[in-house]
């Protein structure tokens, strides 16, 4: 296995990583993965050709690697689940009851301008209270099942 190679592999692991934790509908995109993976190890042997310090070229391969990433529609969900409906469930529960609430949430989704920094700011609060509502109402429909 040449460098590159080794150097896609580890982008593709990390990515994988971030995905199963917190992007679970993508975690099996293998293409998306392999793209991503692959302009971050160019990204990184380009950047270091030029002569960057090894902490900026981490810095530009991760930027490529994790663009669009940093706000989880799942993470959202399982918060919610977490702090407002942990009394109905067990802790282990709440993950695969998040990754079914994915498509009931996806119209309260559609309201927000989802951006990297969404979750810090103001409107994070009113996609809050509405993904509280829409799961209260799925559980008074269908129950935890």
């Known amino acids: 296995m040449d460098k590159k190679e ?12 971030l995905l ?6 993508r975690a099996e995109d293998r293409t998306f993965i392999k793209q991503r993976a692959g302009w971050a190890a160019n990204a990184y042997e380009g950047a ?27 993470d959202a969900i399982l918060q919610v689940l977490s702090s407002e409906f942990a009394d109905l469930m067990l802790d282990e529960e709440l993950r695969p009851f998040a990754l079914k ?9 559609e309201n927000y301008h989802l951006t ?9 609060d009113a996609l809050y ?4 509502g829409a799961i209260a109402i799925w559980i008074e429909q269908y129950g935890i099942q």
Do not use: W
């Open 129 to 132: 209270t509405e993904l509280t």
């Open 6 to 17: 080794k150097d896609l592999n580890y982008f593709e692991l990390r990515l994988q990583e």
């Open 116 to 124: 990297d920094d969404f979750a810090y700011s103001y409107e994070f």
């Open 20 to 25: 199963h934790a917190s992007f679970p509908e």
């Open 48 to 74: 270091f050709m030029a002569g960057n310090p090894i902490e900026e070229c981490d810095h530009i391969a991760n930027y490529i690697l994790f663009e669009n990433l940093h706000f989880s529609r799942f």
């Open 101 to 109: 609430m994915l498509k009931v949430c996806e119209p309260v989704f």
